[in-house]
């Protein structure tokens, strides 16, 4: 049974949605994924946010551009966490989606993440579930671990080559 759910409104969007993807698998968290368009196939959408928490979902990861009205009405039929990622879009370069996710109306909240932020919207996504899962909290700190190894190794590499011989 799936935790969470990313649900993107077009294909176009997978780039990001795989990042979010990506941190899920690492941790081990069970996850379904859809692209449902609310403007396109209105009914549809509404059938998977309404039975969305029936099916086991804990959170849902929405991503959406422009007019970005996909994560606020997950949040409106959905009564557990949403999380919105604005896409980068080529007339305002994502602003539009920014703001249309992050100024939802009192009552409707949506958390709202990085435009284009898909592993961190999967790691606040994590996060809320551990709140309850011990296990998950452990794998969340070796997770923080490992980015501050890497991080390590390449301060080390760098104070090895200098910059000049850093990128070669």
Request: neutral net charge; charged residues 20%.
């Amino acid at each position: 049974m799936a935790k969470i759910s990313i649900v993107m409104g077009s294909d176009s969007d997978m780039p990001v949605m795989a990042k979010a993807a990506a941190v899920l698998d690492e941790l081990g968290i069970s996850y379904e994924m859809r692209i449902i368009s609310a403007h396109r196939e209105p009914n549809e959408f509404f059938e998977y946010a309404k039975t969305a928490e029936a099916r086991g979902v804990k959170v849902i990861i929405a991503g959406a551009g422009m007019a970005a009205h996909l994560p606020g009405m997950c949040a409106a039929l959905f009564p557990l966490p949403v999380i919105g990622i604005p896409m980068h879009t080529t007339s305002l370069g994502g602003r539009d989606s920014l703001y249309s996710i992050v100024q939802m109306p009192s009552g409707i909240p949506v958390a709202t993440v990085a435009i284009g932020g898909g592993a961190n919207a999967a790691l606040l996504a994590a996060k809320i579930l551990a709140v309850s899962d011990p296990e998950l909290l452990e794998r969340l700190k070796m997770y923080s671990e490992n980015m501050k190894a890497q991080v390590v190794a390449k301060d080390a590499r760098l104070q090895m080559t200098g910059y000049k011989g850093y990128g070669k």
